[in-house]
């Protein structure tokens, strides 16, 4: 209320140098109080919040459930599966399944390993979608929106339709049939190198080079959402970078890429956590033993006896069992990521 | 780097300048999209062409290395169309529940962006909660859901004690819903009202899982649309539903469009759906069957024109704002 909407000159009663305190005419507060509270509008407003509430609570109980039910029966020990009246709250609890999946699955190479691939993975995959992003977003060029047609392309091809070829061609990997001709495929005379191609199954490398070329799992969503997030940046920055004497690299690395961290941590979160759950690029270029990855966990250990009444349920608990282990670091990440990732695509403005 | 000699040198030459730096910067242009030029070129197509190639193809890989491909026409093709019995009934009642899904996903995630856009209490926990399943439930966690038995128990334990009443439709369910039908058998109402009700909430903890990078599109673009707008519509004393349908929805149409499109994508695209699944089964079966591949073309040519399809249909009702 401002005093200067009463029809009388307000009356002053305190004044220092800060604050005023007027005295004026003002609805007694149990008239304000019906007004605001006591009508038809405010209780249907308050109703709607009521129910607007619930329905968020219900749906996050939907979504927190399973990790609810998972992370009991993770504890469970054999003889609650056969207990009809045991629901969530195991009555011989135990952390078996969690000693044996540690230390007969090898949980912790594989977490290790995955660590690594992850990162790597992640890292690369943010810059990398981050510059090609830039470079749809801020420079014309011919050929740009066929190559982002592309981009769209590699999204739509359902992965599963490469599986094979994929895996083919990182068994036999050549660039271009570079190494077929040097390695005397093509001319049995001229062999400069021992072999016509290479075996990169079964390493990092294949996951590299499509991480390094922004191919590899949904990365075309990951340009697709830098490129609309730097369509948002006005060119005033590079131009005045410009003019101050920067080239287009320079701006790129000391203007743009701090400015775009909120949504790069988008990015990165979702390239790891993708990554890391991924089970479909892993199987296909992981296809021996030896390198132990999440997928790899993801089975029965052998001294937990699965061989009673209970058998199915005990069996799927220990499978849960994995999955929660599986993921239990990207809830750590998840944690401190969210509020970028909320941020991030907020800013991003992904419009048209 | 411009320099007094640069300086010097008049008028004659700017012109030049600017040129060069229009070239400049579509160099620059290519340079940034490089790395996505030279894979696609060098990695990603060949690898497209040697799917086409192979579906066409027997293929036998030797011992020593190396493999041979012969060549059998639509062979391929045939059998998966018409030799394998259950691939073509998978594929389409697969593309019938993603056709009934997919709108379900795409009005759920308005639905669920327009509430979490509000200011209330608690905001953002629930959205923080809203996206765990963005991070969480994809890949092999979804898949170890997918054959999920313990969470039917944990849910419908009744049935299993009592008989097998509810088994035979429990099989893709993540959670069933126990405590609502335990609700709703205790207030007596129909038994069809109960299996409706667990049904929805079964579809909706899928739809829930499957909305939430579509749910952060509708987000950021809800956040797009200038206040003033609204403003300006409370002030003509418009009510929130009408500036829900006169405001908010031809303002994020655009984001309706991207989001059918990403959700036909992701869905068909995505490992758990049973079209996928049965894929890749047949792709494991014989250690690399270049039947899956031939399978997997003919998912892709109707992916591409259900996508083809809704763009077209969705684009006449799009309202673009003018800009610039």
New interface residues.
Partial sequence: MNAQTTPQAPKVTKETKNSIRVEFDRTSKWERFKIKYLSLNFLGMAIF?IF??L??LG??Y??????F??IS?SFMGRDDFVD?TV??IPKYPTLDTYKEIIAENGYLEALLNTTLLSLFCGLVQTF?CC??G???A?????G?NI?FA??IF????????????????FR?FD??GIFNLLGGGLIESFKLIKFTSLNLNNSYWPLA??S????AFKNG?Y?FMMRQFFRGVPDELEESA?LD?Y???RT?IKIILPLSVPMMVTIF??AF??Q?????YTTVFFTQEGMLL??DI?KIPKTLDTNYAGQ??YT??I??T??LM??AP??VV?LFG??Y??QG??R????? | MNNATAAKQAAPKKMRKTASLEKKKARAGWIFVLPFVLGFVILYLPIVFDSIKYSFNEINIQTGGGYVLEYVGLKNYQEAIFVDASFVRTLTSGIKQLIFDIPAIVIFSLFMAVLLNQKMLGRAAFRAIFFVPVILATGLVAEIDAGNQLLDYMSSSESIATGSEQQDNSVAEIITATDLSFLFNNMAVGTELVEYVAGAVNNIYNIINRSGVQMLIFLAGLQSISPAIYESCSIDGATTWETFWKITFPMISPMILVNAIYTVIDSFTSSSNSVMSYISTVYDQAGGNVIASAMSWIYFIIVIAIIGIVAAVLSAYVFYQRRD
């Fill in positions: 919040k607007r509430f329905l968020l749906i996050s939907v979504i927190l459930y399973p990790f039910s998972k029966s009809v629901k969530l990398i510059m090609i830039y470079g749809f801020k420079y014309k060029f011919k740009r190559l592309l981009v590699t999204m739509v091809v359902p992965h599963d339709t490469l599986q094979l070829s994929m895996f083919m061609k036999y660039i271009l080079l499509l390094i070329s922004g191919l969503l340009i410009y004497g080239g287009p690299y790129f979160l979702f956590s993708w890391w759950t991924d089970s479909f999440m997928p993801v199915n349920l799927a608990a499978r849960n994995c999955g599986i993921v990207l809830i998840y969210q509020k990732l909320i695509i907020e991003s403005g992904i419009v048209g």
